[in-house]
């Protein structure tokens, strides 16, 4: 886990009423459960993205937008070929080519967030009824 990319992402993208408990959610990892089960319910509060994410800095939010055209539209507003950092609650968190992280998250079924740059973010909510939530967001 990187905490400095984690909090970046925090406090750039998410709503400021939430911010320090998400930071503190997400900094419990240690290799006791029940610290797990809290940085996991941090990422998972983000089923219900619309209720944390700050919405002037919304791109893109959209149900049915696919892989390729996540890809393109994220490769419009920023140079991706640096490894982006992904963090969800059970696949690996930690830093990937920019394809690999899209596809973990969309094969993935639970909340995935992928941090491209300290401006460009990428947030898949849980899968439930039909598609999930996909959000791209950049910070103008």
Same mark, same amino acid.
């Given at each position: 886990?990187?905490? %400095? /990319?984690?909090?970046?992402? #925090?406090? !750039?993208?998410?709503? +400021?009423?939430?911010?320090?408990?998400?930071?503190?959610?997400? !900094?419990?990892?240690?290799?006791?459960? =029940?610290?797990?089960? &809290?940085?996991? $319910?941090?990422? @998972?509060?983000?089923?219900?993205?619309?209720? $944390?994410? +700050?919405?002037?800095?919304? $791109?893109? +939010?959209?149900?049915?937008?696919? &892989?390729?055209? #996540?890809? =393109?539209?994220?490769? +419009?507003?920023?140079?991706?070929?640096?490894?982006?950092?992904?963090?969800?609650? #059970?696949?690996?968190?930690?830093?990937?080519?920019?394809?690999?992280?899209?596809?973990? @998250?969309?094969?993935?079924?639970? /909340?995935? &967030?992928?941090?491209?740059?300290?401006? #460009?973010?990428? %947030?898949?909510?849980?899968?439930?009824?039909?598609?999930? !939530?996909? $959000?791209?967001?950049?910070? /103008?």
């Amino acid at each position: 886990m990187d905490m %400095v /990319v984690e909090e970046k992402f #925090v406090r !750039t993208f998410i709503d +400021k009423r939430i911010q320090d408990r998400i930071i503190f959610e997400l !900094t419990h990892n240690d290799r006791k459960k =029940k610290n797990y089960e &809290i940085r996991d $319910y941090a990422i @998972s509060r983000f089923a219900n993205a619309d209720n $944390y994410l +700050k919405t002037q800095y919304f $791109y893109l +939010k959209d149900k049915n937008i696919n &892989i390729d055209e #996540v890809e =393109k539209e994220i490769k +419009k507003l920023c140079n991706s070929s640096k490894q982006c950092y992904i963090m969800g609650t #059970v696949h690996d968190t930690g830093f990937f080519p920019l394809r690999k992280a899209l596809e973990i @998250s969309f094969d993935y079924l639970g /909340v995935s &967030i992928i941090i491209v740059s300290d401006t #460009v973010a990428f %947030v898949k909510t849980e899968t439930s009824f039909g598609s999930p !939530t996909k $959000y791209i967001l950049r910070k /103008v």
